[in-house]
């Protein structure tokens, strides 16, 4: 639906809520984050026996410098990631990642042909060598085995953090404490409301096509992002799905619970959840309909001259 996001991206901008904007903007205390730690590598850590023999931990990284030396052994020569099996070799037996080698047609070490030469022997070793995490110079201390890597990776608290603003407008990635700046910096149009008690305000809610409308509150020294996201199913109904996100790590976010609630004459619908951290954005959520989702009709039933309020509650758990 490439249409849909040329008006998402307009959404974000024009969409916003047109209530008074707060002056706190830029005096919203960013707050203090810890260096990043993986939590996730604790859980998986812990998850070895204590008497395998192999070592791996936050504290026992001089035990593992044989095993960083020989992952470097599998660093491909053209991204510097390293090749896992299957891995593949050229006639004269240097290898080269799965990734790179589709878009060769020679080796790069010694220009030879590429052939389908598969090392099993590499592929014996690659399973006993513990492969630093591809964020490990974002500060990640974890070292796992190749089939642990990319679960990790992708859950990893260093991995860089995306604009969380919906849409797939704007590429920006950045560590945690860089959020808020950039938000400040590149959608100046975002309105902020101080409290834990506020209303969303989405305006022109019948505006065709797909939109998203944002807002940010801040309130126990956190900023939240509210998010409505209008989407127009193939069968022409329109759905409606509203969130809120934690500009924080999903640690974090569990120590908050948030309220939506749309309320009209004798009707009231509403949506209490844990709030989404923006490591996670809110597609995913939305897709599996983990938000307060309702469509067009339910919409109109609270809307007053096409304009929805949503009331917000953040709450301490
Ligand atoms: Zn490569
Ligand atoms: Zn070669
Ligand atoms: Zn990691
Ligand atoms: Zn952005």
């Not at 592929?123 to 679960?151: D, I, Q, R, W």
């Amino acid at each position: 639906m490439p249409e849909g996001l040329g008006t998402e991206k307009e959404g974000i901008e024009a969409g916003f809520s047109s209530f008074t904007p707060a002056p706190g903007f830029l005096k919203v205390d960013l707050f203090p984050i810890n260096i990043p730690r993986c939590s996730h590598c604790v859980v998986s850590m812990s998850r070895q026996p204590s008497n395998s023999g192999k070592t791996r931990g936050h504290n026992q990284q001089a035990s593992t410098t044989g095993s960083n030396d020989l992952a470097s052994l599998f660093e491909c020569p053209v991204c510097f990631d390293y090749a896992l099996p299957p891995i593949m070799q050229c006639q004269s037996g240097h290898i080269v990642c799965h990734s790179c080698r589709q878009k060769l047609s020679m080796c790069p070490t010694c220009r030879g042909p590429l052939g389908n030469i598969r090392n099993l022997a590499m592929e014996k070793v690659a399973m006993t060598v513990l492969f630093p995490c591809k964020y490990s110079t974002n500060g990640c201390p974890v070292t796992l085995l190749h089939t642990e890597k990319s679960e990790h990776e992708e859950t990893c608290e260093c991995r860089p953090y995306c604009c969380p603003c919906p849409g797939a407008s704007c590429k920006w990635q950045g560590s945690l404490e860089q959020v808020m700046s950039h938000l400040v910096q590149s959608h100046k149009s975002i309105t902020t409301l101080q409290g834990e008690d506020i209303v969303f305000l989405a305006t022109d809610i019948n505006l065709p096509g797909a939109v998203d409308w944002v807002m940010m509150q801040s309130c126990f020294g956190q900023n939240f992002m509210l998010v409505l996201e209008k989407q127009e199913k193939i069968d022409g109904l329109q759905m409606f799905y509203a969130i809120v996100q934690l500009i924080g790590t999903r640690k974090q976010a569990e120590n908050f619970a948030y309220r939506l609630e749309l309320s009209g004459h004798r009707r009231r619908l509403t949506w209490e959840a844990t709030p989404r951290s923006i490591h996670d954005g809110v597609q995913s959520a939305i897709l599996s309909s983990d938000c307060l989702v309702f469509d067009t009709n339910i919409a109109q039933l609270f809307a007053d001259h096409g304009n929805l309020g949503i009331n917000v509650t953040i709450s301490l758990c």
